[in-house]
């Protein structure tokens, strides 16, 4: 089965910790991204990547990095420097071939910081 | 600076009838715009999408209809089903851009019995 996959579900991280969020699709996709949502508000882009070892700035980049060694995976490592981590993020990936397509996202990990 | 608007927080549809999501932009930029439905705690999934070059797409029970000169669009569900309960987010971007989506804040559509 194709798919993106996120793990964990859940986080939790006590404040200053880094921690980083898994992301990894087998859908043979060039282009993946990081978005985070908070209630009430809609996804905000943070990072994202159109091919391997290389990788731009979204909206809200600031206190997040994130690294494309492999074409299958997008870690996001949320730093001590992001103010406000506890949110919901989102991982995404779309195919560039052919044409506009849209953008598949995987099941999100809920980060907590206590 | 919201570039996408989804002005309703909410909406509360019978069942069978027709849910109608609005969705207004401010980007002249914006040539590509797709919805999404969302349930908690999961990712969003795609549901439709719209060319500038169209001003309306059709699948199964879903139509987006697009005005280019009044930067809206909207979604309608027809008829609608329970399982349509959700939140519905609009989003935008233009195209060669590396597909980078701006999003609205989502309509939590509630479809009753």
């Known amino acids: 089965d194709g798919g993106i996959t996120q793990s964990p579900k859940y986080l939790f991280r006590k404040e200053g910790q880094n921690v980083t969020l898994s992301c990894e699709q087998n859908?043979?996709?060039?282009?993946m991204y990081w978005y985070r949502q908070d209630p009430g508000q809609g996804l905000r882009l943070i990072y994202y990547?159109?091919?391997?070892?290389?990788?731009q700035k979204g909206d809200i980049a600031e206190g997040y990095s994130v690294s494309r060694e492999k074409k299958e995976s997008f870690p996001l490592t949320v730093t001590s420097a992001q103010k406000n981590p506890t949110a919901f993020y989102l991982c995404?990936?779309?195919?560039?071939?052919?044409?506009?397509?849209?953008?598949?996202f995987g099941p999100g990990t809920r980060l907590t910081v206590l | 600076d919201q570039q996408v608007k989804q002005n309703s927080p909410s909406l509360s549809v019978q069942e069978g009838r027709i849910s109608i999501l609005n969705c207004d932009y401010t980007?002249?930029?914006?040539?590509?715009f797709l919805w999404y439905k969302k349930y908690p705690a999961e990712g969003p999934t795609f549901l439709i999408s719209?060319?500038?070059?169209?001003d309306k797409n059709e699948d199964g029970r879903f139509t987006v209809f697009l005005n280019k000169s009044a930067k809206h669009l909207s979604l309608h569900i027809v008829p609608s089903q329970p399982g349509d309960s959700a939140v519905y987010f609009c989003?935008?971007?233009?195209?060669?851009?590396?597909?980078?989506?701006?999003f609205g804040t989502g309509t939590r559509l509630q479809v009753t019995l």
């Open positions: 995404a990936s779309r195919s560039t071939s052919g044409g506009y397509n849209e953008q598949f």
């Open positions: 859908l043979n996709h060039d282009a």
């Open positions: 990547s159109q091919i391997v070892n290389d990788f």
């Open positions: 980007n002249s930029m914006f040539d590509y």
């Open positions: 719209i060319s500038s070059i169209k």
């Open positions: 989003a935008a971007t233009p195209t060669g851009t590396a597909s980078k989506l701006t």
